[in-house]
């Protein structure tokens, strides 16, 4: 470790609690304007002072987000395939250079296990890793199975244990039964991605449960910039993440807090 990953790894991962709310909003990279993201600068910036950090493409970044912000960036550096085509087929689409000129706090990359180009995206991530070793750049691995393959322990373990040996500082994966299992043989930071859009209570029973069983923060998009109240969602994840609040707390404050969006 050196100063500057773990002064990175700080920004990303609050340092009262070793929690994270990352906000992500990397979609359109592969969805394009995806439902909730038509407009990202709408979308995203009353959600903002909300998130401990911001998970996103350079372009997004760059046009929609105001460079005045505070808030740490976990850009998305990998792509270049779309929802028409094999989206395993992935490469790294953005250079260390306009990283670090971006001021990012760390980089995302998607390995695709058990898919058809499981190979190239883990030699992705192994060249991403060390090229910000360099620079002191942390890597997120974001974890997913062959569309085949269901997303329990068995498969999401084998993805995030992947991901940790070959050196990603940081793993996004999905909640699941057992999920404990997953945070003992994956000894690096995981985060849970939300999935698709479900119920408030039940997307807040999965931030509250992935957080019991050993993750370390949420990496949540869907499920908060598609509800019908995303700043209610966001605050009551918050409070789940960083007030240590049950789910059914939370979702009583949800329901306090959507009613006041409603008003606004
Ligand atoms: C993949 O599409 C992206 O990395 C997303 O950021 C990730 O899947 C998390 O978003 P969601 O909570 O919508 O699953």
Redo the contacts with the bound molecule.
Sequence with gaps: MSWGLDNRLSRIFQPSNGRTLML????G???GPTSGLEVPKDAITPLLPYADTL?VTRGVLRRCVDPNSKIPVVL?VSGGTSILKELSNEGLTTSIEDAIRLNVSGV?I?IFVGSEYERQTLLNLSKLVDTCERYGIPVLA?T?VGRDMNRDARYLSLCCRIATEIGAHIV?T?YCENFDKIVKSSPVPIV??????IPEKAALDLAYNALRDGALG?????????SKYPVAMIRSVRAIVHENATSKEAFVLFNKLRRKEKDS
């Design positions: 992500a909003v990397d979609h990279y592969f969805q998970m998305r995302a998607s974001v997913a996004k999905y849970i991605a939300g999935g698709k859009k949420v990496d949540m998009g869907r499920n908060i910039f598609q």
